[in-house]
């Protein structure tokens, strides 16, 4: 039988939405504040992981991502430790506009760009790929320190698909095949060397009416 006793678990979790969010703007390493509705979902993720036992926290080292894990770790003995790595894919001077904006002002690489967007990267931004890179290695570090132990990593959109594609082997060619919602949980669970999706996106805490969140330990 298969020994998991050193499995981490990983809970994935993407910011509440922010104003750039719900403008349709690039965001990337830039920040935007969060909505009301996006301080919402961050209360109710909270509430969701209320009864869960949580070891440690880590976020995007970005406020909208960092406000998201403080959410969660009110009323715990608890720390939220930021990780640059941990960051959306960098869009370089394509962030704070909108998909409109950039192709009325971009130069010449905008269209080579939109023809791919997975492998190329914006100017002053990165690829698909390399944000993929930095991601998993972070969590490979995430796993190994904290084996048989629940983690809640609170990061971006970007990051947490690429964790699933790059567990599953998804071609990152099928990126735009799939949805991540903003206040959503994605749980991973196994070591550096084999890690699991458990679940993807899950949004039952933000279909359902409002929980009145408890105190941890209650």
């Not at 909208?64 to 608890?78: D, F, K, Q, V």
Request: charged residues 25%; proline residues 5%.
């Amino acid at each position: 039988m298969e020994d998991r006793s050193r499995d981490a678990t990983i809970i994935l979790v993407r910011h509440g939405q922010t104003v750039w969010n719900a403008e349709h703007r690039f965001q990337g390493a830039k920040d935007s504040p969060l909505t009301e509705l996006g301080r919402e979902q961050t209360r109710r993720v909270a509430a969701r992981l209320s009864h869960t036992h949580i070891d440690a926290v880590y976020s995007s080292d970005i406020s909208r991502a960092r406000e998201t894990a403080e959410s969660i770790i009110a009323g715990r003995n608890l720390s939220v430790e930021p990780r640059e790595d941990l960051r959306e894919r960098s869009y370089g001077v394509l962030e704070g506009q909108t998909l409109e904006e950039a192709a009325a002002t971009a130069g010449a690489w905008f269209l080579g760009w939109e023809a791919d967007r997975i492998q190329k990267s914006p100017p002053a931004g990165e690829s698909q790929p390399e944000m993929c890179e930095r991601v998993m290695d972070t969590l490979s570090e995430i796993a190994q320190a904290h084996p048989n132990q629940t983690v809640v990593v609170a990061t971006h959109a970007g990051p947490v698909k690429s964790a699933v594609y790059d567990i599953l082997c998804i071609p990152l060619s099928l990126w735009r095949l799939t949805f991540m919602s903003n206040g959503s949980l994605t749980t991973l669970r196994g070591t550096p060397e084999l890690m699991r999706v458990v679940s993807f996106n899950d949004t039952c805490h933000l279909d359902s009416p409002a929980p009145t969140q408890k105190a941890a330990g209650d």
